[in-house]
């Protein structure tokens, strides 16, 4: 072999091996980006599910009235035949699913709302009611390795 042909070669090597890197580091950034749009959106859509249940009243008893002591609702969740997007209290929320939440640019999020009691000054969960209940806004999708999940607690 003539010492041009082994210098081709050799340079087309390198080249090849530079041009993988390039690549590798390209995808990688890809990667990268999208996973932060995505979690970007999945944050979004739950700040947005929280922001509208705290428009709520705090319980089904100081939806028109005020409330005192601890004497509020024992049951968590939807009261009388109350369905979405009719709710009128934080709790109603519980247990509630948000399926197909469409994004612009990140595709789709299924969310679900738990409330609970917890105590006022340890926020441990409560098994009487209490004038303060956790709200936790669990997000997920296809495209996230992982659950969202964001607390907000809400105090009367």
């Avoid at 934080?90 to 789709?108: E, H, P, R, W």
């Avoid at 441990?124 to 969202?148: A, H, R």
């Amino acid at each position: 072999m003539s010492d041009h042909l082994i210098t081709i070669i050799g340079a087309m090597v390198l080249f090849s091996l530079l041009a993988y890197s390039t690549n590798r580091a390209i995808i990688n950034s890809t990667d990268r980006n999208l996973y932060i749009e995505y979690l970007t959106a999945a944050v979004s859509v739950t700040q947005s599910i929280i922001s509208e249940i705290k428009t709520k009243a705090f319980d089904e008893k100081t939806v028109n009235s005020t409330v005192t002591g601890n004497s509020f609702s024992v049951i968590l969740g939807p009261d009388g035949g109350e369905t979405y997007p009719n709710f009128d209290d934080i709790d109603d929320y519980n247990g509630y699913v948000f399926n197909n939440i469409n994004t612009k640019y990140a595709g789709t999020f299924n969310s679900s709302v738990k409330v609970i009691y917890v105590d006022p000054t340890s926020l441990v969960t409560s098994s009487v009611p209490t004038k303060t209940k956790k709200i936790t806004v669990s997000t997920y999708s296809n495209n996230l390795p992982d659950t969202i999940k964001i607390n907000y607690y809400s105090s009367y």
